[in-house]
C-alpha cells in the first residue's frame, strides 16, 4: 500500500511523467496477479482490475456493484460540486447531452468542424514551414467545443479562454496539496478565473434570450437556461459554469491529444500515411470546389478511423478510470470492501500480447471486420458510463485528418521525443514538425 496517507501515488503518477505509464500497472502484474491488485493511490484504498475481464466486469455492474468515483482533487477543483457530489453533477451533466450528441444533432456539426478545420489550418499551418502540432490541435478542438457548446467563433475569444484551460486540466488529477507552484494550485486558481469568464457570458446570454437575440436551440448553454428540472427548478448561473467547464474539458482535452499523436504516428510510418492519404483523396475528389464535408464523407473515412483507433491503443488518451464499491463482493477470488476504490486501466489490455497479437507493432488492420475481441479495446470507457461525446469525437478526428492531410506531408523534427501523460499523453516537447505542402 505505500506511504501512509499518499500511498503509491508518485509512483502511479511518475512513471506516466517519464512515458511509462503502463509501467506502474505491468509490473503489479507480473508480481501478484494478472487479473487485481491492491494500491493506494491519491489518498485511497485501491483495487486495480485488469484486462477484459476486469473491464467487462466494472463495466456491466455499474449502479450494481460499483459507482463512478472522482478524486478530492475534482471536487475542490468544481466547488459546486461539493454540495451534492462530482458524481451526482455528472449523471445530471448526462441528462442534458444526449440531445446534442445523437446522430441528428451530429450531422449538422460536420461542415460547421470542417469550416473550423479550415480556417484552423489557413491561420496556423498554411505557409509556415515548421509549427508545433500539439498546442495547434489543442486550439483546433477548443475552438470547436466553443462553438457548440457556448456559440463562441472568434479565434480571440477561444484564445483567451484556452490558456487557463490548459492549468485547469493537469490539475484534476494531481495530489491535493494546496500549495504555490503545485500543479493542484494553479488549477483551482484557473478554475476561478474561467468561471468569472462564464458567469459573464452566461448573464449576456440570458438578456440575448429574453430579448430573442438568441435561440433554445442554438447551443447548450440556452437549453441549461431554459430547462428545469424534476421540481420545476431553473439550473443555477454557478452550476450550469462548473458544468460548461466539464464539457469543455472533456470536449477538447483527450481529442486533442489523440490527433497530436496521429501526426506523431503518420510521420513515423509513411507507408500509413500514403494509405489515409488515398482514401482522403478520394473523398476530395468527388467534391465539387467549397463543398463542405458531410455526414457519408465521414462514413467513407473507414481505414482513417482504424488508424485513428490503433493511435489510442498505443496511446490511450485515457489512461483509465475510478469507481467506489457500493457494496463488500468478490472478484477473481479476492474480497472488495465497501467504501474502496476500484480503478480500470486502458494500459492493461491495449498492449497486453493476450488480446493484440505483436502489441508493440502499428497495425491499423486489427480494427477491420468484427474488430478485438470485446472489452480489450475501451478507449471510451463502457456501460452506462460510456463517454457521450465518442461520435462527436470521431467526426472531429476524421475532419481534422481529411483537412491536414490533403494539403501537406510532414516530418517530425525530434525523431525520439517521448510520449508523458501528466494526467492526458502529450508529446514531451509539443511535437515540432516540419511541413512539405503538396
Request: aromatic residues 12%.
Amino acid at each position: 500500500m505505500g506511504f501512509p496517507i499518499i500511498g503509491e501515488s508518485l509512483e502511479f503518477l511518475s512513471t506516466g511523467r517519464k512515458g511509462y505509464p503502463e509501467k506502474f500497472i505491468y509490473d503489479r502484474i507480473a508480481k501478484y496477479s494478472s487479473q487485481v491488485f491492491k494500491t493506494c493511490i491519491l489518498g485511497q484504498p485501491t483495487t486495480v482490475v485488469c484486462g477484459a475481464a476486469g473491464n467487462k466486469f466494472l463495466f456491466s455492474n455499474e449502479n450494481k456493484l460499483v459507482t463512478s468515483w472522482w478524486p478530492d482533487s475534482v471536487n475542490k477543483i468544481f466547488p459546486s460540486s461539493t454540495q451534492t457530489s462530482s458524481t451526482e453533477e455528472s449523471k445530471k451533466l448526462r441528462k442534458f447531452l444526449p440531445n446534442f450528441l445523437k446522430p441528428e444533432a451530429l450531422k449538422r456539426y460536420v461542415g460547421m468542424m470542417d469550416t473550423i478545420a479550415q480556417r484552423h489550418i489557413e491561420a496556423s499551418w498554411e505557409g509556415k514551414q515548421q509549427v508545433t502540432a500539439f498546442p495547434l490541435a489543442k486550439m483546433y478542438t477548443f475552438w470547436i467545443a466553443c462553438k457548440v457548446f457556448l456559440s463562441i467563433d472568434d479565434p480571440k475569444d477561444v484564445a483567451k479562454l484556452a490558456h487557463p484551460f490548459n492549468n485547469l486540466a493537469s490539475g484534476i488529477i494531481s495530489i491535493p496539496i494546496d500549495l504555490p507552484g503545485t500543479s493542484f494550485n494553479r488549477g483551482i486558481k484557473a478554475s476561478k478565473w474561467i468561471r468569472k469568464e462564464l458567469l459573464s457570458i452566461i448573464k449576456k446570454r440570458k438578456v440575448d434570450l429574453a430579448e430573442n437575440r438568441a435561440l433554445l436551440t442554438q447551443d447548450i448553454l440556452s437549453y441549461m437556461l431554459l430547462t428545469t428540472d424534476e421540481d420545476g427548478q431553473y439550473m443555477k448561473e454557478t452550476d450550469i459554469a462548473d458544468k460548461i467547464i466539464g464539457l469543455l474539458i472533456g470536449g477538447h482535452d483527450t481529442a486533442s491529444a489523440v490527433i497530436a499523436f496521429i501526426v506523431k504516428y503518420l510521420a513515423e510510418l509513411p507507408h500509413i500515411y500514403q494509405e489515409v492519404l488515398k482514401e482522403q483523396m478520394d473523398i476530395a475528389k468527388s467534391k465539387r470546389p467549397k463543398e463542405l464535408l458531410n455526414w457519408n464523407d465521414i462514413q467513407r473515412m473507414k481505414y482513417s478511423w482504424n488508424v485513428a483507433c490503433e493511435v489510442m491503443r498505443l496511446a490511450p488518451p485515457l489512461q483509465g478510470a475510478f469507481r467506489e464499491a457500493m457494496h463488500d463482493f468478490n472478484f477473481a477470488g479476492f474480497h472488495i470492501p465497501k467504501g474502496w476504490k476500484l480503478y480500470w486501466s486502458a494500459n492493461s489490455t491495449n498492449r497486453n500480447p493476450e488480446c493484440f497479437l505483436d502489441p508493440e507493432t502499428f497495425d491499423p488492420t486489427r480494427f477491420e471486420g468484427i474488430g478485438p475481441e470485446p472489452y480489450t479495446f475501451v478507449p471510451f470507457g463502457g456501460g452506462p458510463r460510456m463517454c457521450p461525446g465518442k461520435e462527436y469525437a470521431r467526426l472531429e478526428i476524421l475532419v481534422f485528418m481529411h483537412n491536414l492531410v490533403k494539403r501537406f506531408r510532414w516530418e517530425k523534427l525530434i525523431p525520439d521525443e517521448k510520449i508523458i501523460v501528466d494526467p492526458l499523453p502529450y508529446p514531451a516537447k509539443q511535437l515540432p514538425i516540419q511541413l512539405f505542402h503538396h
